[in-house]
């Protein structure tokens, strides 16, 4: 159910199983990392991740779950923990297009995405409550971080679905658009960044994941700034930028 193709620099990765709404099962789950794999394998220098249908990814695939011997440690530690590992580490920019359903793991591969694009129809929250079950794959700390502890658990309790738009709004995500421009502009978007320096934008993806997780605070983000861009020096998209500026000319960037 997933598909990859690679073109013009960049690997579109595809959650194409529509008739149950892409969601994911222990297989799926595995394809979906091998992709990521291949993808990085063949130096694409970004990705754009998409669902086909109506929506992006209705979560877990519970269609056959017995729930007196389901396994969520093997599930959700063993195989969802670890592919958001893989895709967070992507070393190129990503980019998700997301409309209608993003729940669950869904929401999971959101937030593991550098910049992620909802139409307005996307529905993201916590659907959990009907099942006695909980949010998983990051969203509690998405949520907390961005709606603060009172939005959270109310989207938890109420089991509410904002659309995409209050989604935006609230700073969950990148940018709303409407549904039908959303597949393009996504895709117009990792296309430009696939011509860029992909170094200085690596440097700036590793800074954001560290200011986050180890809540860094100016100075320290400011000192390992420096360092990067030092670093970026030795690098022959920095010497191209600085010579293209001096020219007056647009910049070809290598990505090395």
């Known amino acids: 159910m997933i598909d990859l193709t690679i073109d013009e620099g960049v690997a579109h990765v595809v959650l194409n199983a529509p008739e149950k709404l892409n ?12 992709a990521y794999a291949e993808a990085e394998a063949s130096g694409v220098r970004a990705l754009v991740l998409r669902g086909e249908g109506p929506a992006f990814c209705a979560g877990r695939d519970i269609s056959g779950v017995d729930p007196r011997d389901d396994d969520v440690i093997g599930y959700l530690g063993g195989l969802v923990t670890p592919l958001l590992r ?19 793991v869904g929401l999971g591969l ?27 794959s990051g969203g509690h700390a998405l949520f907390y971080e961005r709606l603060g502890a009172h939005k ?15 989604a935006v709004q609230s700073g969950l995500f990148s940018r709303v658009l409407p549904a039908d421009e ?9 296309v430009r960044a696939a011509t860029g320096a992909t170094s200085a934008f690596l440097a700036s993806k590793q800074l954001v994941s560290r200011i986050r997780d180890e809540r860094l605070a100016l100075w320290d983000s400011i000192d390992i700034e420096n ?9 022959d998209d920095y010497r191209e930028g600085f010579a293209a500026f001096q020219q007056k000319r647009s910049p070809k960037f290598s990505g090395r």
């Open 23 to 34: 969601a994911l099962d222990e297989a799926a789950l595995g394809e979906l990392s091998d």
């Open 86 to 104: 893989r895709m967070a580490a992507f070393p190129a920019p990503t980019f998700a297009a997301a409309q209608g359903a993003c729940l669950g």
């Open 110 to 136: 959101l937030i593991a995405t550098d910049v992620v694009y909802v139409a307005d129809t996307a529905k993201i929250g916590s659907p959990f409550a009907a099942l006695g079950a909980t949010l998983d």
């Open 152 to 166: 959270t658990l109310d989207l938890i309790y109420t089991g509410r679905l904002m659309n995409g738009t209050e």
């Open 182 to 190: 959303l597949r393009a502009t996504t895709t117009d978007a990792a």
């Open 227 to 235: 360092a990067a861009q030092a670093a970026l020096c030795d690098t």
